[in-house]
């Protein structure tokens, strides 16, 4: 049974940080691109960074470049999103997911495998 559990959320001040992993199971971990989304209330979800399956360089969205920092370990099945200068426009329910391909997408829909979240809220 596939498991993708996030953790690391909560409540952090505008401008400081906070990290997020994903842990990863019952699939084979290195094949799968993973990702990273997220979703504030009333908003579509929103596609946040991707980590290569071959551990290549994340390509991220341009709301969050040089500020996120993802990564991931292949040895470990773990996922990770390191989250700095945060912003309140930041507060969302942060997901990672998963996906057979060799660098994902910006489409939510294509990816097969999802966690239930974790919520993260910045204040001002």
């Known amino acids: 049974q596939v498991h993708l559990v996030e953790s690391g959320g909560g409540l952090m001040q505008a401008g400081g940080s906070l990290s997020l992993s994903c842990a990863a199971s019952?699939?084979?971990?290195?094949?799968?691109?993973m990702a990273w989304f997220r979703q504030a209330p009333g908003k579509d979800r929103e596609f946040v960074v991707a980590?290569?399956?071959?551990?290549?360089?994340?390509y991220y969205a341009d709301s969050v470049k040089g500020r996120f920092t993802a990564s991931r370990d292949n040895a470990r099945n773990m996922v990770y999103l390191q989250m700095n200068s945060l912003k309140p426009e930041d507060t969302a329910v942060y997901f990672c997911?998963?996906?057979?391909?060799?660098?994902?997408?910006?489409?939510?829909?294509?990816?097969?495998?999802w966690g239930q979240g974790t919520q993260v809220t910045v204040s001002s």
């Open positions: 997911a998963a996906v057979l391909s060799d660098y994902g997408s910006w489409d939510p829909t294509t990816y097969k495998y």
């Open positions: 019952g699939y084979t971990f290195r094949m799968y691109t």
């Open positions: 980590v290569p399956r071959s551990g290549g360089s994340p």
